[in-house]
């Protein structure tokens, strides 16, 4: 199996920064991609940023220009440093691995942005 634990979430004002981290552990060989994904209450699951092998990355909207994210393959490690926080970024942010094709979800960690 693969676990997934994310850090980095807490509670900051809007404009503030925040870097959330995830790191995968158990049966890792062939991971395509790894990634953020948020759960806002009422609203579904939704990607953030997402890098895959190649280097390449796939933003939301709503998350270009603020946040990055980045991996560390040697740790099977992802960031996502998040900028200029807004009210509407509060969520739960959940990392996501992706790995001959099946997804793997960490717990998710709570990211909440005050006004």
């Known amino acids: 199996q693969v676990q997934l634990v994310e850090s980095g979430g807490g509670l900051v004002q809007a404009g503030g920064s925040l870097r959330l981290s995830c790191a995968a552990s158990g049966r890792i060989f062939s991971i395509n991609a790894m990634g953020w994904y948020r759960q806002a209450p009422g609203k579904q699951r939704e990607l953030v940023a997402r890098m895959d092998n190649g280097g390449s990355t796939n933003y939301a909207g709503s998350a270009k220009g603020r946040f990055t994210i980045s991996r560390d393959n040697a740790k099977n490690a992802v960031y996502l440093q998040m900028n200029c926080l807004k009210p509407e970024d509060t969520a739960v942010y959940y990392c996501?691995?992706?790995?001959?094709?099946?997804?793997?979800w960490g717990q998710g960690t709570q990211v909440t942005v005050s006004s």
């Open positions: 996501n691995l992706l790995q001959e094709w099946s997804d793997y």
